[in-house]
T-cell receptor, first 112, second 113 residues
Framework: NAGVTQTPKFQVLKTGQSMTLQCAQD?????MSWYRQDPGMGLRLIHYSVGAGITDQGEVPNGYNVSRSTTEDFPLRLLSAAPSQTSVYFC???????????FGQGTRLTVV | QQQVKQSPQSLIVQKGGISIINCAYE??????FPWYQQFPGKGPALLIA?????SEKKEGRFTISFNKSAKQFSLHIMDSQPGDSATYFC????????????FGKGTHLIIQP
């Protein structure tokens, strides 16, 4: 089983560019979420989804957009990249918010 | 406002010793408390989790102690091994589980051989 797959693993963007971070899971989980990890800050929730067609904002949603058209995929879009969005991004999936969350390997994003 | 406070930020323990990491929370709606382990370059992985209806949960060398009245919970790693060297995060989620996990800032644990 692949689990949670994130692409790309590394990305460098120029300020103002847009891009989509991809996340796919093959465990048929209803719950998916995006976190960003910054040094000394832990993981902070950006957006989450409790099922296809349903998304909601987390702690730090500004500058990011999500959609959930299928159970398997949960892409994260950066609308206009800013240096403050330089971070490591993790996608996670689980049966519910109260069960084991499986994380992808992360995407290291640098905005210059 | 940080809803889950984790300490210490870093910890060095001798091989065979006990590693203790503490977390405190403020939101009384939290009712699921997992601990995640993360190695460099990898995503976090669930280590052990507890719900507030029990005061302690043990899995192998890992134990969570939970104090509902004090709104605190801790991770104890017994007989710590060099392979336990990693970053540990406590987290919490409110009832219903629909609102995602709130993480502490992490503890960088080093086990010296």
């Amino acid at each position: 089983n692949a689990g949670v797959t994130q692409t790309p693993k590394f990305q460098v963007l120029k300020t103002g560019q847009s891009m989509t971070l991809q996340c796919a899971q093959d465990m048929n989980h209803e719950y998916m979420s995006w976190y960003r990890q910054d040094p000394g800050m832990g993981l902070r929730l950006i957006h989450y989804s409790v099922g296809a067609g349903i998304t909601d904002q987390g702690e730090v949603p500004n500058g990011y957009n999500v959609s959930r058209s299928t159970t398997e995929d949960f892409p994260l879009r950066l609308l206009s990249a800013a240096p403050s969005q330089t971070s490591v991004y993790f996608c996670a999936s689980s049966w519910t918010g109260h069960t084991e969350a499986f994380f992808g390997q992360g995407t290291r994003l640098t905005v210059v | 406002q940080q809803q889950v406070k984790q300490s210490p930020q870093s910890l060095i323990v001798q091989k065979g010793g006990i590693s203790i990491i503490n977390c405190a929370y403020e939101n009384t709606a939290f009712d699921y408390f997992p601990w995640y382990q993360q190695f460099p370059g990898k995503g976090p992985a669930l280590l052990i989790a507890i719900r507030p209806d029990v005061s302690e949960k043990k899995e192998g060398r890992f134990t969570i102690s939970f104090n509902k009245s004090a709104k605190q919970f801790s991770l104890h790693i017994m007989d710590s091994q060099p392979g336990d060297s990693a970053t540990y995060f406590c987290a919490a989620s409110p009832g219903g589980g629909a609102d995602g996990l709130t993480f502490g800032k992490g503890t960088h644990l080093i086990i010296q051989p």
